[in-house]
């Protein structure tokens, strides 16, 4: 009789704790690529309790490192005096090769750096970011509009089926 394959532990699989929304709207995404992320350990009780917004969150690469600033991690009550910073900057993870391509495409004009979500991953905190170019309003709306279209034309199809 074949053995019941063993229950995987909850902290080995991966979960989205929090989503930059906007980003996908006002950015139009060229390269990503996931890193690290170095927290004390109030501010890694915090992320995991979801008390974390990357809204208004950029990346900027400075003396060959690469930091997350503006990110707001909320304080953790049970702390006490040992607590962090809420809105310090924190330092990005990365290997030498991927941080000095990332470092070189963003220093091209019009491309920026930007986090698009923090998720916990077998246990420590990873952070997506990526490169990208902002968008004008009638390339959203262009967008919207092929999207739209597409919606249509797949429904359109699936009516015809039946």
Not at 16 to 27: F, L, P, S, T
Not at 91 to 106: P, Q, T
Not at 123 to 131: F, S
């Amino acid at each position: 009789m074949a053995k019941p394959p063993e229950s995987q532990p909850e902290y080995s699989l991966s979960r989205v704790i929090c989503r930059n929304r906007k980003a996908r709207h006002e950015y139009e995404l060229l390269q990503q690529l996931e890193c690290g992320l170095i927290l004390r350990g109030s501010e890694v009780k915090s992320v995991r309790n979801n008390k974390i917004s990357i809204e208004e969150a950029y990346v900027r690469v400075e003396n060959a490192e690469v930091w997350l600033i503006g990110c707001d991690i909320a304080e953790y009550p049970q702390a006490t005096y040992l607590n962090h910073d809420p809105k310090r900057q924190r330092k990005l993870l990365m290997h030498k090769r991927e941080r000095e391509k990332f470092a070189a495409s963003a220093q091209q004009k019009g491309l920026t750096l930007i986090p698009l979500d923090v998720h916990l991953t077998r246990g420590l905190v990873k952070v997506t970011i990526a490169v990208a170019r902002g968008q004008k309003e009638f390339d959203k709306r262009q967008r919207i509009r092929k999207e739209t279209d597409q919606r249509e034309i797949q429904q359109a199809l699936r009516r015809e089926k039946r």
